[in-house]
């Protein structure tokens, strides 16, 4: 937390969808920042306005974040008040912001953040997925290709997986899902805090179903989570890697008992084990 007078960065979570959301906190920072960097000077003028805060706006987006970096540190350093907001939700989760914070305080300045909304954290509060472990990978790729090959390599993993997405990739993107994870629980999360506030779940096949009979399905904003891999996937993922490293490492000239040492080591289970079944190997 920054002294009075002392100069500072306020990272500014702002609502998702219902203006009710922002904190009181928040607005106060907002009320008295002398500078706001806002992704969409436009959209986060209307937020402003609607609070009656009066206030410089400097835009600040991917495409500008590294030129905006000097005045943004000279401003703190100068003793002023900056607050960071996004369009919607917490500043730099798939938003911009990253630059700016980390050469602030490289060169020792306030970072001080006000919570707040996030879409991640509100869609996972109320999928009813495990929440204990979760991997959040913001906008997957694009092209369709890219993209099953980013699913797959998450695929096995024993958390719940946790993507973004815009209306125009939304069906596309399911029906990947669909191809790599088959009937594994999908939760898609639309228009969250908003009038149409919707969740949908089942397999993404049944989603993309629903979506097709339901053009308003695809619409906002969305928030996709699927359930996380199942225990015998997961030992079985598990246990066909280990067996592949000590057959490659048999292919390799190395000896059964070394063989078995290593994958034992890296791997897991007994080293005898691991020596009987490279006997077996061999033997075949």
Known sequence: MSEPGEGALYVVATPIGNLDDLSVRAGEVLGRA??????????????????GIRASLLSLHEHNEAARVERLREAVAAGQQV??????????????GFRVVRELRDAGLPVVPVPGPCALVTALSAAGLPTDRFLFEGFLP???????????A????????VFYEAPHRIRALLEDVGVVFGEREVVVARELTKTFETFLSGSA??????????SNQTRGEFVVMI????????????????????TTLLEEGVGSKQAA????RLMGGRKSDWYQRALTLQGR
Do not use: Y
């Not at 917490?90 to 911009?96: G, M, N, R, W």
């Not at 998450?154 to 997986?161: A, D, G, H, I, K």
């Not at 096949?205 to 097709?212: F, H, I, W």
């Not at 040492?261 to 034992?264: G, V």
């Open 142 to 152: 694009a092209r369709s290709g890219a993209r099953r090959n980013r699913l797959e």
């Open 154 to 161: 998450v695929s096995e993993l024993p958390v719940t997986l």
């Open 227 to 246: 359930a996380p891999a199942a225990e015998r996937a997961r030992e079985t993922v598990a246990s066909l890697a280990a067996e592949q490293l000590l």
């Open 34 to 51: 002398d500078l706001i960097a806002a992704e969409d000077t436009r959209h986060s003028a209307r937020l402003l306005a609607h609070l």
């Open 83 to 96: 607050a960071l907001i996004s369009d919607a939700g917490t500043p730099l989760i798939s938003d911009p």
């Open 205 to 214: 096949g049944q989603l993309v179903e629903r979506m097709a009979a339901d």
């Open 261 to 264: 040492a290593i994958t034992s």
